[in-house]
C-alpha cells in the first residue's frame, strides 16, 4: 500500500464548479497534512496546510481533515481555469528524531473547462 | 515567489558523469530538504540537511550526497549518473524541524542523462 494515495485524474470539471480533490495516508503517526499544486514545468507551490480535524478555509480553498479515516481533502470553489494543474497531497513524517520528511502522493490533475 | 533560488535550471549529462546542484534557501531558514521527481510522479524525498549536518535521508544510494553550508544554502552532488536519474530536482527550505513547518520549493533543477 502506497503511503499517499490521490487519485490520478484527470479530473474535469465546468468553469465555475466546485473541484473536489481527495487523498488517503497509510501513517497515523502523520499530524501535518499539506497541499501543493504545481503547474506543468513549475515546481510544486503551497496552496493549504492542516493540521487538525475539521474545516479550514483561505479564500476560494477548503482543506478537510479527517485523522481517524485517514483521509484528507481540498474543496476548490468557483473553479477558474487558472486553477488547472495538478494538486499534490503531502504528509510530514518525523524521521529520524524530529526531522521531518515531506511524502507526496502521485498528484491529482485537474482540468477546469471554460 | 518563494525566496529558494537553484541553479542550474536544466543539465544535461552523459552517464558516469557527476553532477553538482546548487540551492540557496529562503532568508531566515536554517533547514534544506532535497527531492526527485521524475515524470508523472509526486516528489521523493532524498535527504535533509539542518544547520550543516544530515539529518534524515530516504531510499537513494550513497552515490547521492549533499552539503549545507554557514549561510544554509546546500548543494546535491550525484556521481556515476544513470539513466534513471532523469527528473526535476527541487529544494526546499524550511524553519526548523517540527513537523508543522510549510517547505518551500524552490524552482528546480531539470536534469536529463544520456
Known amino acids: 500500500q502506497k503511503e499517499v494515495e490521490q487519485n490520478s485524474g484527470p479530473l474535469s470539471v465546468p468553469e465555475g464548479a466546485i473541484a473536489s480533490l481527495n487523498c488517503t495516508y497509510s501513517?497515523?503517526?502523520?499530524?501535518?497534512f499539506f497541499w501543493y499544486r504545481q503547474y506543468s514545468g513549475k515546481s510544486p507551490e503551497l496552496i493549504m496546510s492542516?493540521?487538525?480535524?475539521g474545516d479550514k478555509e483561505d479564500g476560494r480553498f477548503t482543506a478537510q481533515l479527517n485523522k481517524a479515516s485517514q483521509y484528507v481533502s481540498l474543496l476548490i470553489r468557483d473553479s477558474q481555469p487558472s486553477d488547472s494543474a495538478t494538486y499534490l497531497c503531502?504528509?510530514?513524517?518525523?524521521?529520524?528524531?524530529?526531522?521531518?520528511?515531506?511524502?507526496f502522493g502521485t498528484g491529482t490533475l485537474l482540468a477546469v473547462q471554460p | 515567489e518563494t525566496g529558494v533560488t537553484q541553479s542550474p535550471t536544466h543539465l544535461i549529462k552523459t552517464r558516469g558523469q557527476q553532477v553538482t546542484l546548487r540551492c540557496s534557501s529562503q532568508?531566515?531558514?536554517?533547514?534544506v530538504s532535497w527531492y526527485q521527481q521524475a515524470l508523472g510522479q509526486g516528489p521523493q524525498f532524498i535527504f535533509q540537511?539542518?544547520?550543516?549536518?544530515?539529518?534524515g535521508r530516504g531510499n537513494f544510494p550513497p552515490r547521492f550526497s549533499g552539503l549545507q553550508f554557514p549561510n544554509y544554502s546546500s548543494e546535491l552532488n550525484v556521481n556515476a549518473l544513470e539513466l534513471d536519474d532523469s527528473a526535476l530536482y527541487l529544494c526546499?527550505?524550511?524553519?526548523?524541524?517540527?513537523?508543522?513547518?510549510?517547505?518551500?520549493f524552490g524552482p528546480g533543477t531539470r536534469l536529463l542523462v544520456l
Open positions: 492542516i493540521y487538525s480535524n
Open positions: 501513517d497515523r503517526v502523520s499530524q501535518s
Open positions: 540537511y539542518y544547520r550543516e549536518e544530515e539529518n
Open positions: 526546499a527550505s524550511s524553519f526548523g524541524l517540527a513537523g508543522q513547518e510549510t517547505q518551500y
Open positions: 532568508s531566515g531558514h536554517n533547514t
Open positions: 503531502a504528509v510530514s513524517l518525523p524521521y529520524g528524531g524530529a526531522t521531518n520528511k515531506l511524502i
